[in-house]
């Protein structure tokens, strides 16, 4: 048997999916993760948890390889057990899905789940997904091994966890299995209820686009419609003066737009201008998806109030941008995006490199500003831009991106799955939700879509500054699970 091993990084993950968001979206969640992460290391869980495990199981690359069988080239991915509240005898098994980012042990050491593990006498594992964090191989992100990092082999590798905890832990049928995942990871935890229906009992899929999409236009529109929502401190002054602005910079020379916005590098390409156009509004999409709530107030109407303050909407962009971004020039070259997807050493942290190729090969998602939709930005964020990175960086042709899609939706059942024992939580200003499910599809696929939540903003613990819609939220996902586990 051949085995590597790849390299060790630690940071906290954070739930996210992301696609054609541009370089300032990546950069926002790697400081968002180093956040949590320090956030975490000055709270009292490692005192609480002492005796959270991290473990290694060797995995096959093909699960579904059989001619190489006898001899298959192996990872080792990374586990985390948390036994802290189980039951042994009759306790289920929660089993935490990692995603498009190294996972930490937090993740089981914290949040909805861990708290529900708590009243229910659960077993927590954490499994993180191939190719992110420690779980690759020190070649891992050449093309010739990513060829293996697909949905279909992530869930061969949880059905191969299941047999391997169920021998190692002594567990029986008495022990249920639910599977909990938020974004990406959600739908994979809906899926694995789906493909493995003989070895989970339920699942939760959290803010999960479980339909995939190429031309992801109706993300955009709900970023729209969440910056105008009062609930969240948006308005359509916001909304106006954030299109406004937009519309003032496709009229700035492209030297004026370097020296107000402080570019690395001058917009020399129609590529870098969509690259800065993008980087540009991934600070909106961000907040959004995220809408963190710091000293009692929602981002978005931190964001809005800076959108209002002067009558000049792109003076109050450019000051916004100089105060969210924190660097000293703004990069918005297209070549160096393409060098940052081509880097094959293995960083750990938020995985660009993997989850692009993950959106080129089964899942699009790619959010545009076409014509006659209601987005705030400008059309330059168009298919094309995307298309174009998925073919330079990993060679993958526009038909065959359709055809892929198509068949992850055949495969999947896209946003109608016929499955039994799911859980989709959505929240209403996240824009991801335009590709999960939100309405109940029978009695026991049930969907929660919570009034003023954010992406997996039902997967955290309970705060003070919680809405009763949230808490809400929180008690149905408990109490759909109790009657499940009776």
């Known amino acids: 048997m051949k085995v590597l091993v790849g390299t060790v ?12 968001l541009g370089r300032t979206f990546w950069k926002t969640r790697e400081r968002l993760l180093k956040h949590h992460h320090q956030h975490h290391r000055h709270g009292d869980l490692l005192a609480k948890f002492g005796n959270v495990t991290t473990n290694f199981l060797l995995q096959p690359l093909d699960h579904f390889d059989l001619e190489n069988a006898k001899d298959p080239l192996l990872y080792a991915q990374r586990y985390y057990v948390n036994a802290k509240f189980w039951k042994k005898e009759s306790g289920p098994v929660f089993l935490y899905i990692g995603g498009e980012a190294e996972l930490s042990e937090y993740s089981i050491m914290e949040g909805h789940t861990v708290d529900m593990a708590e009243k229910f006498g659960a077993l927590l594992f954490g499994v993180e997904h191939r190719f992110y964090g420690q779980s690759v191989n020190k070649d891992g992100l050449k093309m010739d091994q990513m060829q293996y990092l697909n949905s279909q082999q992530a869930l061969a590798d949880l059905a191969a966890f299941h047999g391997h905890a169920m021998k190692k832990y002594e567990l029986t049928s008495k022990n249920k299995w639910i599977c909990f995942g938020g974004s990406y990871p959600g739908a994979l935890s809906a899926w694995f209820r789906l493909k493995y229906p003989h070895l989970v009992h339920a699942a939760v899929a959290s803010s999960a686009p479980v339909k995939a999409q190429l031309n992801f236009e109706g993300y955009n529109d709900v970023v729209a419609a969440s910056f105008g929502n009062p609930m969240v401190g948006g308005s359509k002054q916001c909304t106006d003066s954030i299109r406004s602005a937009f519309q003032w910079v496709n ?11 402080n570019t690395c590098t001058e917009i020399g390409t129609d590529n870098d201008l969509k690259t800065f156009i993008m980087n540009l509004a991934g600070v909106f999409q961000g907040t959004a998806q995220y809408n963190q709530i710091t000293d009692g ?7 809005c109030m800076n959108m209002t303050k002067t009558k000049d909407p792109y003076l109050n962009l450019v000051n916004l941008y100089k105060e969210e971004t924190h660097r000293e020039c703004f990069d918005i070259s297209y070549d160096e995006y393409i060098k940052d997807l081509q880097n094959t050493t293995i960083l750990g942290g938020i995985g660009m490199r993997q989850w692009t190729y993950q ?9 545009t500003c076409d014509k006659n939709t209601s987005c705030l930005f400008l059309p330059q964020m168009d298919l094309d831009y995307d298309l174009g990175l998925c073919e330079v960086v990993y060679g993958f042709k526009k038909m065959d991106m359709y055809k892929h899609i198509d068949f992850t939706n055949l495969y999947y059942g896209a946003d109608m799955p016929d499955g039994v024992r799911i859980i989709f939580v959505n929240g209403d200003i996240d824009p991801w939700h335009a590709l999960g499910v939100t309405k109940s ?15 997996c903003q039902d997967m955290g613990s309970s705060e003070k500054s919680d809405s009763q819609y949230l808490i809400d939220g929180r008690q149905m996902i408990k109490d759909q699970l109790n009657t499940w586990l009776m």
């Open 251 to 261: 009229t700035k020379p492209l030297k004026t737009l370097r020296k107000d916005f």
């Open 9 to 20: 990084l630690l940071l906290s993950t954070i739930c996210c999916v992301q696609a054609g």
């Open 297 to 303: 107030k929602n981002e978005i109407e931190v964001i």
């Open 359 to 367: 959106t080129c090969q089964q899942f699009g998602y790619y959010q």
């Open 441 to 455: 599809l029978s009695s026991d696929e049930v969907a929660v879509f919570i009034k003023g939540a954010s992406h």
